[in-house]
């Protein structure tokens, strides 16, 4: 589970990436005013990826508990 977290939160990542320079080169071919629309789309995944990480990190510590509870139940 934690490889196909890993692998969504890279996901969001790179499609953040890849929106931020379409916004960029909108930016410089077409100016602000057509451009600032490219922004909104850039929100989107960009929160997705803090959402996902988020989740990530939660879920490490949330495993992390359970295991040294268990070892802790064993003793």
Known sequence: MQ?????????WLFFTI????????SFAKDGVTSGKYYL????L???MYLFRRL???????TEA???SNKSKNKK
């Open 45 to 47: 995944p960009l929160i």
């Open 55 to 61: 989740i990530r990190i939660r879920m490490e510590k």
């Open 40 to 43: 909104i789309f850039l929100i």
């Open 65 to 67: 508990n359970n295991l």
């Open 3 to 11: 490889k196909f977290n890993r692998g969504l939160e890279l996901f």
């Open 18 to 25: 890849v929106v931020a320079i379409i916004c960029v080169y």
